[in-house]
Each structure stands twice: as C-alpha cells, then as structure tokens.
C-alpha cells in the first residue's frame, strides 16, 4: 500500500512538474510581452557629425556590389513554424543564385504577436550565412496592432542589434519610430553609396523629423567627400504615393515614367501618406527607393529621376497570394558599380 502510494505521489508531482514547465514555456513564449532595452538616444539637428559612427561595407574594385532584398519574410510562431524550414530552403537557394555582399529586408520579417520564436530563429540562421544584413520594421513585425507583440519594437531592436552579421541599429529615440540607420558602401576608403534604412511606420508616414534625420546624415556624408553628395538608396517597408502615380502614367503610356524589366501588379497600390519624403530623397541625391508590403506587385519604375522598386515577396505566401494570379515568389537583386545599377527580380525556384 505505502509502495502504490509512493508511485501515486511520483507520478503526481511529475504530472505537476510537466504542467508547470508547460506552462512557463507557454507564458514566456507566447503571452508574456517583452518591453525590451528603453534607451534615451534623442538626435538634434545641432548635433556634431560622426562619419565613425556609420556602419560601412566595403565593395570590391571593378565588381558590383549586390545586394538581395528580402520582402515580407513574414514568420509567425503558432502558424508558420512548419514552413520555417521551406522558407529557410527558399531563402538560401536565393543567396546562392545572388551571391550578395549585404542582405536587406525590407519589413514584415515576421506578422503576428508570435514573434519571439520566428525572430530568434530567423537571426541566428541569418547569421550563419556570414553576410552583413540590414532589416527595417514593417507594419506588422511588432504585431497587429502597435507593439502589441510578445515582443515590442524596443526587444526586436535587441535581438536585431545582437545578430552577429546585423547592421541593424535602433538609432535616435526621438523620430517618432525605431529602427532608422545609415550604413555606408566604401570602395577603397571612399564612400560610394549611402544606404538609409527607415522605419516607415503602420499605415503612417515617414515623420518630419526622420526626413530632417536623413537630410542631416547625407549632409554630413557630403561634407566628409570633400564636399561631394554621394548617391543614396532607401530601404523602407509601405510604398510612397509616387509608386501609385508612377504606375498610373506608365499605364497610361507616359513615355517620362520608364519600366526596368517586367511590371507585375496585381494587388492594391495604396501607399503611405506623404510629407514630401520624394522630394527631400531626391534633394539628397537619393537614386533608388526598395519597398515591400503588397506582395502581388513587383517593379522597378524610374520616375522623376528616382527609381521605384516593389521588391518581390519572399516565403510563404499564404491566402489570396496562392493564386496563381497573386503568386510572385522570390527577392530582389540590386547591384551597383560606378554609375551603373541594375535591378532585377529572382524568382524561387524551389
Ligand atoms: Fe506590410
């Protein structure tokens, strides 16, 4: 009797045992929020500038430099942990076509409140692939609603900053969003590209404050080159308004409004409201804008000077993008040398 009582007594405490951890598990997996590092980093436009502050990437003499944007990964813990893995296989059959020497990701790396699993596990495969990437946030990387995911914008700064090949960094607290950064191309100690990286918001507009930001960081670049504007792209996730126009004059025949390669859309072309971000981007020598968020679409239009790509989506598509007529699978290739650039879509092939 005192034997089947011990066994009962076991077998309890390790029923009890067993709820607990699943518990934990549960709460600190997908319930318990994050707030992550809160860290006062204001930015004044009277601020001195530091060129030594500024990531860089060094591009070899005579070759392009490529990169490959990956468009709206869009991970999720709960739903997607099964299609990780052909994500992941999508993702580095893309890398080995492209041959990249930086990776950018233009928003929406994961889409719902799960987050904390598809994050971590999408940095640390990132990393092994030993490539500088560069992410921005989408509209939904911290939830589906504002910040409302298991891991706010502040713990997604953290992971993104502690990625051994990330360049991401969370920069000034005062732009109205995180997640806004430069990084620099050099090609042999000069700077040849400038890369601004910036958090374009959920259904909002690139703040007056981001814009004053950038225009102050190119002013700074310039001033470093001997008084030389060096040409910029700009990686952000909601389309601007000029995409839409650009793709109504290309339809209707403008012969101002110039296709590089083929134009896909097939999916709404709202964008963003605006403030005048085209014009100040054009102002700072801006030559290329890479955006993501409306998977059906895929093009690079040259309009006014600029260059807009709608970057293909990446991954899983998921619902309405199955079909066929949505389908557009793959990433964006963009490679630069001198003043050539060229941009193209690589579509998945597994
Ligand atoms: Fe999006």
Known sequence: MAKKKKVGIILLSSFLTLALVCFLAVYFLFLH?????????????????????????EKREGEPFVILNLADVQLCDLEDLFHLNKTKEKITDLLERAHPDLITLTGDQTWSNENLISLKSLLYWLDSFEIPYAPVFGNHDCGNEKDSAVLSRAAC??????????????????LGSLGNYVVNVTENGKIVKTLYFLDSGEEERISDEQISWMKWHAEGVKATQGGEAVAGICFFHLPLPEYREAYLRYLAGDASVEALGEVYVTYSLSGSEQ???????????????????????????KYDGVRLTFSLKTGKLGGTYESEEFALDGATCISFDGDSTKIEPIFSEK
């Open 275 to 301: 403030n005048g971000f085209f014009e100040a981007a054009k102002e700072v020598g801006v030559t290329d804008i890479v955006c993501g968020h409306q998977h059906g679409n895929c093009f690079t239009l």
């Open 157 to 174: 700064c953290d992971l993104y900053e502690a990625g051994k090949y990330s360049l991401f960094d969370r920069g000034p607290s005062n």
């Open 33 to 57: 929020h994050y707030r992550g590092s809160q860290i006062d980093n204001p930015w004044r436009e009277e601020d001195d500038f530091s060129i030594s502050s500024i990531a860089t990437v």
